[in-house]
């Protein structure tokens, strides 16, 4: 437990300038030195230590000069009894720069909560109130927590620091209320960096002094990451009171807006656009509003609501493609193919009433802005398996009637219309040659017979995912794939207990020792992962997988150290399992080479569709294929292909960049050879210039394909550009773009004080929850906690008649001595 406190009498050096203190003596030591190194030059022919005493009397009076006139301060502390320790942990993210207020001139909450503690014109505010019995942090937080200020630090120089130095603006893209508590909690061994501003110095023997943290937020978690709640909880076993003051008004301000568009990420070009557009309504209740939907300057659709009551609404959508693709394919330059299309769109909202205001509250939200691939070659899915089970019959179906999907299901083995293997390259038939296996871009792999697998199967379908491919591996209950050894260095996870035999007896002795399931859902990994968004909403979304239908029992398996958990399941304990085990995984995934390798624990996802069809079963397999396959090369010309491994990125993050030399045999290439690899940049322009130039790895020498990554990107639209060794740069006229968006993770969708929220938070960490309205209750809270006091005292050295003497005696010394040696 932290019960640090700093030592009981410290003193430190300080300066009036307004400079920090390791600037100041640095000024007038070099200072110092320089005089020092001129008067060298005249002293350098005496004999004797006058040659170098001289030059050191002199520097050393001109330092202690330079000090004297940066106006020393000696500060010392002495620490009485037992102060309370006190952390002021402040939201700084986006919401807290909310005004609450009609007038353009009020604070916003970021700074009401810097007024509160550091005071305001002449007012005192609570740390001045404070600090003399308390020992006091000011951190921030946002997705992170960073420390700010210290009123203990003899160090810092953060107490000149003004308030909007300490804090800065309130800009953070996300709220992580657990980020605020986390530094706080006891760990042993290494300690994390960000716990250094809560655990100073102890002396040995120092009791526990009482320990308090005060967030002052919002309380809209919009990482819903972890439990504010039960972190407060842990905090109050370790001697922490956590207490709570709400920022901001408790009732949502009138606003509409858009907070989500669910859409695919690739369609066919001739396909419909099917999707769900998430829109919010505060304050307007039975208006009717109006949604729609552009395509550049162009209105694709539209509809409109009555809203009933506050909230949010989801609106589905619906549209054909093939108009939009033609009118962008009769644009495209000559020579240039392009396997997608990028379709811009635009989705807003707005008051149908035109005699009344059309935008409320934040305008920036009322349009949300994505893109959509429109494939022009059909993606191509091989399914492999050794019965016709539910799982495989709806998988082929949901693809077989998507126009941008090609199905290719083979079923072998006892019991099926093909009891024995049949390899080649005709439907029907398992790929027989690597050529065989790449003409499709993804594979899902099931229970296959292991008696007729081979090494070499497993070896066409190792290199078909080293190359990019994507592969699912969808587990059953005969658990075949942990019996195919040559499949071992796929599989993203390890069965701890094998099904060893195919022998009736051993099966079943297999299946009655696997758990059975409580519930599924996402991992803290595979929140954000948008295979698992089964809803718009975290938290609906996290309700709504609790809810799923869940498989009878699951096979017990561990993930490799290079895998990802996205999915587990809650399972009951067994004779072979510990009281721990109860999560067991159930979507793994790991990445091979250039492709993707997901393992699925159980066939049965096929149940989701009861009584809502392939709502939530169609959503998940194509989100899944989406996250498997690697994206294809977006354009291409007669010599190079383009492709990126998305479209839309959020800002901060970076985008691969796939490059496949197509032939550089041209007539006008110098140096240009088939056999030799050539040097190829990524050119990153953007408004017509070029912002970046990568160099490209090889990637496959064979195949001729090259990879870069970019580094952070801000906001923009990006256009992809290629330069290579052997070509002429006006044959490589293949572009693709790349859009940044600005980071939308529904910081703002809600931005009334959640008084629920930090009211739990407070009570698990029992401490008191205040508005800021009666933010006086919260100090006459913290006031008795405190069991001693602080005193601070400064010295004017630049008053003390002993510096003056000292420099008059350097020089005087100085003088004496020019003399003794004859120096004028």
Known sequence: MMTDCPRSNLASLRFSWDLPT???LAIAILTGLAAAWLYLKETRQLAGTAAWVLPALRSTAIILTI???????????????????LIFAVDQSLSMSERDSSDRESPDRLRRSVEMLFGKNESEGWIQTLQSTHLIDVMSFDATAQPRWKSYDLDSESERESTEIILGEANGSTTNLAAALRP???????RDPAQSFVQP?????TAASPLAVVLMTDGRDS???????????????????????????VDEPTDIGITNVLHPERIAADGRLTGTIVAKHYGVTNDTLQIELRSGETLVWSDSFVATQDGQTEIDFDLPVEPLTNRLANQEARGVDRDSLVLPFTASIRRADPTVPTTLGQPENDSWDFRIAAASR?????????????????????????????????????????????????????????????????IVLGEVPPEQWTEADSVGLREFVRRGGGLIMLNGRYNRLSRIESLNDLLPVEFVDPAGSSENNDLLRYQ??????QSIGPTATGRSQPVMLLSSEIASNEQLWRSMPVPGVIPVTTARADAEVWADALVEATETSSPTDSRVPWLVTRLFGAGRVFFLATDQTWRWRYKIESQLHGRFWNQMLTAAMQPPYAVRDDYVAIGTDKIDYDSGQSALIRVRLLDNETPFGEGASPNTPATVDALLIRDDQIVATLPM?????????????????????YHVRVRASGYDASALKATAPIWVEPSRKGELDRVAVDEDTLKEIASAGGGTYVHESSAEEMLSQLLPLSRGQIIETDTLMWESWWLFVAILGLLAAEWWMRKKVGLV
Do not use: C, K
């Open 512 to 517: 009655r020792q696997q758990p059975s399931v």
């Open 184 to 190: 706080m909690l006891p760990r042993s061994g290494n």
């Open 378 to 442: 059909d993606r191509r899915l091989l399914i492999l398996d050794g019965s016709s089970r539910w799982e495989t019959r709806y998988l082929r179906n949901l693809f077989a009637r998507d126009p941008a999907w090609q199905v290719n299901t083979v079923l072998f083995g006892p019991g099926t219309d093909s009891p024995q293997i049949s390899r080649g390259d005709n439907d029907g038939e398992v790929p027989a040659t690597t050529e065989d296996w790449n003409r499709f871009d993804a």
């Open 22 to 24: 390791w600037a100041i």
């Open 223 to 249: 990482a819903g990451v972890d439990d504010a709640s039960d972190l407060a909880w842990q905090l109050s076993q370790s001697g922490w009171q956590v207490h709570t003051v709400g920022l901001g008004s």
């Open 67 to 85: 000090l004297l006139l940066a106006g020393p301060i000696w500060h010392h502390r002495q620490v009485i009894g037992q102060p309370a320790r």
């Open 697 to 717: 790895n090889l990637d496959d020498e064979s195949r001729r394909t090259y990879l870069a990554q970019t580094d952070s990107l801000p906001p923009g639209a």
């Open 201 to 205: 110095d102890e002396p040995a023997g």
